[in-house]
């Protein structure tokens, strides 16, 4: 009974982030498909953090109205609803209107906010109901979150991508034909919609999972056995809801934070507790808007290739370097500041690049290629360390140091997919280019 409900609470985890992470590794496909191109990844950002309004919904209804609000329920709901959006993804992704003129993927906008929606408001839905279970429960639930995002990163690299090839293409202008190159790209080992339905996939096996979990009776015999230590933090990825660091840390230590409080709060000063806040605003900020709106702008000049690489080992650098924090942990300020230094050095490098597009440094060269994917990598890895690092060390401190590292989290987020928005879609500072049509000075 014990195995069975570690792999049931891990097939569980599995459904908080894997929709938004799938999305976000199979962007490199659809972006050359999509009206918006090069911008799409800006629209996302702000998508993302807009659907925040389910977890702040679900809060506000504890408060107002407590006890009355079931999680079993809004988990039920939420999870058919990311298994019926990734669905609707598959036949409708590619369907456009007219907007203010222009063709806009509405469709494919609005299906994503349902989803980000499913994901959000798994963070404030999912963990309290594995708070029913026993502490070494979570921490399975916590690798199966972890998983959400590596296995979408690993199944995109598996489905390839389409390489780039120049096509002499003809038009015929006052009978007279003209000769152009245009950009074509083969087919990847599988289609976007076999993606999709992966996905949804994968949101009916959490389903099924916590259909199980709610079904078992709370008399059971449990294992004293832990599979890993229970000082476990979370592991979910991608362009995630910060605020799941907030439950996750306050359950887990309310046990023990009554006796350790008053010596944990005089560990830190209120300067260092002001560079522990600014690290969780400028790492989130970060992470989840700046760099993430302009990443087609970084990698799209060195080829389709290079950008589908970018995205998906990044999605698997995430819970690789959370995994990581669980069993090295480092809590020095000095260390994480200056790792946190290293992460914003590679993260200048990706925004020098997207700056200079169409025409970056050393593009059309391989090494051009394998720095700007190992670029986006070590970005993404050592900032995802700090960012579990100074949760770990806030979730020891008190419970209300967690609730303010959300928010700070969520501000950084936000301040950095809104300050985004208008520099790559309205003021346009970053130039998109064409595969065969863009000339660089050499």
């Not at 000082?231 to 660091?245: C, D």
Request: hydrophobic share 50%; proline share 5%.
């Amino acid at each position: 009974m014990t195995l069975l409900i570690h792999v049931l609470a891990c097939a569980f985890g599995l459904g908080s982030w894997v929709a938004v992470n799938g999305l976000w590794v199979e962007l490199p496909l659809i972006v050359n498909t999509l009206p918006e191109g090069w911008e799409l990844p800006s629209y996302l950002t702000v998508i993302i953090q807009l659907a925040n309004l389910g977890p702040l919904l679900v809060t506000f209804m504890h408060k107002l109205y407590p006890g009355r609000l079931k999680e079993s329920g809004v988990i039920y709901s939420i999870l058919s609803i990311g298994i019926l959006a990734c669905i609707l993804l598959t036949f409708f992704w590619q369907e456009t209107t007219i907007v203010a003129g222009a063709p806009h993927s509405t469709a494919f906008f609005i299906i994503t906010f349902f989803l980000s929606l499913v994901d959000c408001t798994s963070s404030v839905t999912f963990l309290p109901f594995m708070m029913q279970l026993p502490a070494k429960y979570i921490t399975t639930y916590f690798i199966g979150e972890g998983l959400s995002g590596f296995i979408p990163g690993v199944v995109a690299l598996a489905q390839g991508v389409g390489v780039a090839k120049c096509v002499n293409t003809s038009t015929n202008l006052t009978d007279e034909n003209m000769w152009y190159l245009q950009t074509e790209y083969l087919p990847p080992n599988f289609s976007t919609e076999v993606f999709f339905v992966f996905l949804a996939a994968m949101m009916f096996v959490s389903l099924s999972a916590f259909i199980a979990l709610n079904k078992l009776p709370r008399t059971f015999e449990l294992s004293s056995e832990n599979l890993v230590t229970d000082t476990v933090p979370s592991v979910s990825s991608g362009l995630e809801n910060p605020g799941a660091e907030t439950n996750q840390g306050s359950e887990k230590s309310h046990g023990r934070e009554a006796a350790q409080s008053g010596s944990l709060q005089a560990k830190h000063s209120m300067y260092q507790l002001s560079f522990i806040y600014f690290l969780v605003v400028w790492v989130n900020g970060a992470t989840n808007g700046l760099l993430p709106s302009v990443q087609t702008y970084s990698c799209m000049p060195y080829g389709n290739l290079a950008y589908h690489l970018s995205a998906a080992l990044a999605s698997v650098a995430n819970p690789v370097a959370c995994t990581i924090a669980m069993f090295f942990q480092n809590r020095s300020l000095v260390f994480l500041g200056l790792l946190a230094v290293l992460g914003t050095g590679f993260g200048s490098y990706n925004m020098a690049m997207a700056a200079m597009s169409p025409c970056p440094l050393l593009q059309g060269s391989a090494a051009g290629e394998a720095i700007i994917v190992l670029s986006w990598l070590l970005f993404t890895g050592t900032l995802s360390y700090v960012k579990v690092m100074v949760g770990v060390i806030l979730r020891d401190r008190s419970h209300s140091a967690l609730v303010w590292c959300g928010a700070a989290a969520q501000m950084g987020s936000l301040v950095g997919s809104i300050t985004m928005f208008p520099l790559v879609n309205i003021y346009r500072l970053f130039k998109s280019g064409d595969f065969c049509n863009t000339e660089c000075p050499l």
